[in-house]
């Protein structure tokens, strides 16, 4: 299923993400890519994976289609950070409760909102 690039500001920065869905009314799922990979570490699983909702698969700030600022002390590269952008993105983006799905960095991040 090839996907088309989505864009979320977040906090003046443009992350990138791609959703997918099949089924209306389905719980959603936020895919969390790990560290040095992106969103396209999931391309495998998307399509089989809509068939029971709605899909979601985001790339961390500083990873894949992200911007990617210098990190400073106010937006530091940290499990906090990502966790706060994954809390803000599950209020912003999917808006309802989600499944929350991570790899390596992608499974702590979402732990650790500020």
Not at 18 to 43: E, K
Request: proline share 8%; net charge neutral; with cysteine.
């Amino acid at each position: 299923m090839p996907m088309q690039d989505q864009f979320w500001t977040w906090r003046d920065r443009q992350i990138c993400y791609w959703a997918a869905q099949s089924v209306a009314d389905a719980p959603a799922m936020v895919l969390i890519h790990g560290f040095g990979a992106g969103r396209w570490h999931w391309r495998k699983n998307i399509s089989d994976l809509s068939a029971f909702g709605r899909i979601y698969a985001i790339d961390l700030l500083g990873f894949g289609g992200s911007d990617k600022p210098r990190p400073t002390p106010e937006l530091p590269y940290t499990f906090e950070t990502w966790g706060q952008q994954v809390a803000d993105f599950l209020r912003d983006v999917v808006q309802s409760p989600a499944i929350l799905v991570g790899n390596s960095v992608g499974a702590i991040a979402p732990c650790r909102p500020l």
